[in-house]
């Protein structure tokens, strides 16, 4: 018997923007209804209890709702209901879990026990909602789950104004980039390409650092203020906004907010004066003097981001260096109108330091998209409210992990999928940052060995669950890459050279969820297989589309109206290792 | 095969006065042993990994540990251990888990999966402890872990200056108080009886609300900044605790944040000038004119607390309401010293708001207990930071359900008894406040029909676990009572009328907690049984204590040495239904 709900993130909250509070419940397959008991916790009504009608009793008054299946694997089921809370905003609650053999459980904050009639009636150890308080409740961006995002790295996307490009710049046909090599991408490029972009269909655009750095990826930060002479200026960076915005497109930028570029004043005035530098406690400095090279990482007497020398960490509880860095963040929005923040290495940041992050930008600008670099459970981040969503490596393992073979069983795929929804309230699943790849891992069409089925199939299924999807540039034509630096080469602009092929899928893929977008984000989704046959469908009002997926070799026969394959074959027939999108 | 383990509190945490990384790990009976394994995320060595020296491949490096079971019960174990973090302070760990069968197991981030070298030289899905740092970590008052609490109802429990005490006071001799009784109990009564508090061995006084308001519980504030003139004033409050303070008693208020008191000035002006009173916001009035009385509940056009119409809600989210109040907090810190603020209905008050009351507090007075009120699963409020403790019922209830037959299974009881202490951190347990009854609930010895070996019983369970015990007033010496207001009756003074043998068996019994506090405060426990016999062994250091529970009805003889018993019986021998202290 199991049974699980907590009342709190992520299965219970009150959903500010509807006026509602949801509640899910997780149990196994052999249950085969879910209710729940409401009511405010203090309100009771006198009861003649027996024929004795001198004898009365106190019971509680409450409202019933039923749970629905919201995700249905093989093993497992995710109830879910919403309710309007009374009036005077205090819930106690309990639920009643009725199984195939009968037996009825009454389940609360006490743990599963035998349901009776008197359990309800004196909700001593039901769940308790205290009171809603607005103020708490989870809130994330609206638009953000009406968005296809696209992340670029400026410095391999395009050469919009070759005269600042770095002296040393590769030719863009060398495939072959180097950690230390530069291509001359620039603002000026992206700009010019954002055309292309919209055709696409994306949304949104995530570009990594943009700041003066002296490396290509920008990650060693040298002034938190100025845009990278090579990218362009902070006219450039208004104008990409500017027209991006004018296109419909959210643009966000990267803040590396756990270490500086030893190239920064602030490190070197450290390194130049020692303990007497009035940056000193700007970092964690072990002992002075402060050594800039090492022998062993033992005698790196400093903090950095992993063992690299030339990334400082900040000590973000220093009262100065905090407000150097919010203020940063507060700049580029109130200067350039940029629309979200993703947070690099931010679990290595203080929850302290992310909250007082946040209400910094929330005073400037509302619904600013808070994303964090975040490989692991990001729990604690996302139900602390310290961000609304992270980049969600976890749900793309899980596809690619499939579909590269890794994991090559569908019924474990499919209780792995609605177990990476499960782990956010739908409100925040709907703005997870969904992504297969990115400058940080290799490319998958090369993860694939070049099979690009296996790009297909992936990339289906994350554009088709709930989240804000992501594709990294080069993606949509093909594009292959080895881990870092390889995955970081030129854009290939040669239509000769591009996949259009791929491309022509991925327009497509990106027209259909958008079309589907109220669908995808909030379907009820259930899992069903027939021998090869995998098939999710996606429910929601009166539409319902179906993601088929044919684990097996032989063709297999289609009924339902075909949106999308990812094999271009006869529409109608899904092939062997091929899915379809289905209109049902 | 059941383990659990999450990077977070309660089940890992750094504890920042001791520079330890605390682990913990649930597991089933069939386990034998754990270890861990940790290290620096990023430190990898380079080892030759066959016989072609040219082919190298990178390590993990890391360091062992084995945990140490904490508590044991019938059908679970929590491991334990405790390391010193790296001085990178970022932790990657894994855990290799023996079986009885010799199965081992590697339990990650990514949950249970077989145990090979490989995965753990590849830390990938280790559990994440990405950096430590001081200003997230937990952190509660040293003192409170070693004091011994005492609840008292000022209106009720000594009368020092009858000229300040109510006209219609009743005779201290009336033992059957009313709701709306008055009988002149105040702070000089309970400074004349500091010596006798000190003499029961108590070393913290929480007592319920002393400022001014209409009724005897002084739950309805009227005035945040007076003493109620009946109890005292300011300087008395302020002698009240410095000669406290001087015999080693801290002194703990009532923080009555969630409601105001209907004669409260704020209220009174919404009531006469309505919309156009300039407290009008400081409450939650749904529409006005706000109704001061009402027919029915939904009616009621403001918030209060329960349906109680002289205990509006407070609006702690209007930013001048929120500012009255934690001034007042702070106001009787500044003024008068007091060492904890108790806070009344505190889960139904916003997190946002406790957020800025702890930050308040901190600024002007180190190491102020923050003791919630709730009487639900307080997960949230203590792991999220905003409180110390909560009035810990539910290990209470635990205790009294078992003593009073309620849950009368041993095994059953030791389980829940060490899962209520596993709720928490080992910081945290400490420090909440354990209590059997209160002003709030049926007398303890009045529940058990005037058995007093059940009380005494509950007692010596309740006050030999971890955690601060508190006594309300008069249980040492017998005292009786039926809920509110029958719970509240006056201390009895006269020697004649006290139960002097329950007085000295709870000075014993504090006597015996003080000497063992340290033991008691970090000991692993381990529960046996043999027939009739239940013993729980405390253990630490080279120190062990055993709890013997005979709960048959036959007496049995024990051969440990007995420090104490419930019932005055012969040393060595326990009673049916009875418990001992052993030193072994």
Known sequence: MFLQHLPSLPLCYYDKKNNKVIFKLISDKEVTSVKIMYGDPYRFDKISQCDDPSINKWQWVYEEAVLQEQYSSSDGVMWRCEITPPQTRRLKYAFAVTYKNGNRVYLSDNGISEYTDECIYTPYNHFHYP??????????????????????????????????????????????????????????????????????????????????????????????????????????????????????????????????????EFWQDVLQHQEKSKYKDYFHVREF?????????????????????????????????????????????????????????????????????????????????????????????????YFDAVMNYPLGRTITNFFLGKQPDPDIFAKQLTGKLMKFSDLHTGVQFNLLDSHDTARLLTQANGDKLTVKNSFLFMMLMKGTPCIYYGTEIGMEGEHDPDCRRPMIWDEKKQDLNMLEFFKELIAIRKKYNKLVQNAKISYTRNKSLCCWTLAFENEQLQICYNSGTDEIKLDNQTLLLTDNNVIGMLPGKTTAVCLI
Chains 1, 2 share one sequence.
């Open 131 to 264: 009171f809603i308080h607005e103020i708490d409740a989870p809130d994330v961006p609206a638009w953000v789950g009406e968005t296809i995002w696209y992340q670029i790295f400026p410095e391999r996307f395009y050469n919009g104004k070759p005269s600042i490009s770095p002296k040393n710049a590769e030719s863009w046909d060398n495939d072959k980039p180097l950690s230390r090599s530069f291509y001359g991408g620039d603002l000026y490029g992206i700009i010019e390409k954002l055309p292309y972009i919209k055709s696409l269909g994306i949304t949104g655009i995530y570009m990594t650092p943009v700041f003066k750095s002296p490396t290509n990826h920008k990650y060693d930060t040298q002034d938190y203020y100025t845009v990278d002479e090579h990218f362009g200026d902070k006219e450039t960076l208004k104008e990409l906004v500017s027209k991006a915005h004018d296109l419909g497109i959210k643009v966000m930028l990267d803040a590396v907010f756990n270490h500086i570029g030893s190239k920064h």
């Open 289 to 385: 003097p402060v050594r800039a090279e090492y022998k062993d990482r033992d005698s790196l007497n400093y903090d950095t981001f992993a063992y690299a020398v030339n990334m400082p960490k900040w000590n973000t509880e220093n009262p100065d260096a905090r407000k150097y860095l919010i203020d940063a963040a507060v700049y580029w929005i109130k200067e350039c109108d940029i629309d979200g923040w993703r947070l690099d290495v931010s679990d290595e940041v203080s929850f302290s330091f992310w909250r007082d992050f946040n209400a910094a930008i929330a005073e400037h600008k509302k619904d600013v998209y808070i994303l964090g670099e975040l490989w692991h459970d990001p729990a604690k981040w996302i139900s602390g409210g």
